[in-house]
């Protein structure tokens, strides 16, 4: 029997989805926008927003970064993981670097 998805979810990710999808009804409520009029635009049912608005995990992302839109807030999605700002990973790169140089070998045949 497979487990629902929402129950893998660690408890911060399902709070996190959760507090999102309630951001977003409210951004819909302060525009004066029904659910069917944010389907419409996204082009989903308005079955799939409403559980977009609940924070459900099953939604795609593509619904998401199409509301986010629709509502104003342009394309937020496309700078979240910038990899200028990821200093882990730019710390990662630095470990990876040679402890000292060596010049590169002729290429045979020339």
Known sequence: MKKNPIQLLPLPVERT??????????????????????????????ST???MEKGDPMVGLGAYAAALFSL?????????????????GLLLDLEKLPK??????????L
Do not use: W
Not at 26 to 42: D, N, S
């Open 17 to 46: 989805l959760k507090k999102f999808g309630a951001d977003i009804r409210i951004a819909r409520l302060k525009r004066g926008f029904t659910v069917e009029m944010m389907a419409q635009r996204i082009g989903i049912h308005r």
């Open 72 to 88: 104003g807030f342009g394309t937020p999605l496309g700078d979240l993981i910038d990899q200028r700002k990821d200093d882990t």
């Open 100 to 109: 000292r140089a060596r010049p590169k070998k002729n290429p045979q045949g």
């Open 49 to 51: 927003y409403s559980k």
